[in-house]
């Protein structure tokens, strides 16, 4: 049982070549990709220019008085390698958003009374949302939550509310026998996505199941004269 939730009718963003963005779900988590043009880096090489020699003057040599024996020496020349500067751009890029999974709560805490309402609610806030900066792109996610409540004695009820403890309770439920209840609640997630003021619905769902035990006692019989 899935509930449904409208979205904006703008227009739907397109893949273009400048960028493409898309979210989806994948095992529970909010996937978001996102990449420009080719997914090969760039390499970009610059070359030092070799020195060029400057001219000199020349003037005659002074004449010495006893010529030293020459001594023909090698040496090897120092060749400059040119440097390399490699630039690699982030044309892709992955990014992983966890939604977050709350508890069931309810009052009171200890031993509910049979035929007393019992107060319940869930904590997790009404609307997730998330900007992300993924390869320069500005993403905006948005997902709201619908719950299913399985009380434990066969009673189920769908809401899109999380409800809210006394005195601003909105979920009550009232056991009529005494007895230990497994109360299941599923959380179901659902959203869009804006990326350049077009707006996209969010492909799959995200679930999450929440449990809580309750256990309920007979009010005590007093008698009196």
Request: aromatic share 10%; proline share 10%.
């Amino acid at each position: 049982m899935g509930l449904l939730f409208a979205f904006p009718s703008t227009a739907f963003a397109d893949c273009v070549e400048t960028a493409c963005v898309d979210v989806f779900t994948a095992n529970n988590q909010i996937i978001i990709e996102a990449h420009k043009g080719s997914a090969t880096s760039t390499v970009k090489k610059r070359t030092i220019p070799k020195p060029t020699p400057s001219p000199t003057l020349w003037f005659p040599p002074k004449p010495t008085p006893s010529p030293k024996p020459y001594v023909k020496r090698t040496y090897k020349p120092r060749t400059a390698k040119p440097s390399v500067i490699a630039q690699t751009a982030n044309l892709s890029d992955r990014l992983i958003k966890l939604l977050p999974t709350g508890g069931v709560a309810y009052q009171p805490e200890f031993e509910a009374l049979r035929n007393v309402p019992v107060i319940f609610w869930i904590d997790v806030p009404q609307i997730f949302q998330s900007r992300v900066n993924i390869i320069g792109e500005i993403v905006d996610v948005a997902l709201r939550p619908g719950f299913i409540w399985s009380f434990g004695d066969g009673y189920m009820w769908a809401t899109t509310i999380t409800g809210a403890p006394f005195p601003k309770q909105t979920i009550t439920h009232t056991y009529s026998k005494p007895g230990t209840y497994s109360v299941v609640v599923v959380t179901t997630w659902n959203g869009s996505f804006t990326h350049n003021g077009a707006v996209r619905a969010i492909s799959g769902e995200i679930v999450k199941t929440s449990v809580a035990t309750v256990t309920v006692v007979s009010a005590p019989t007093r008698f009196t004269k």
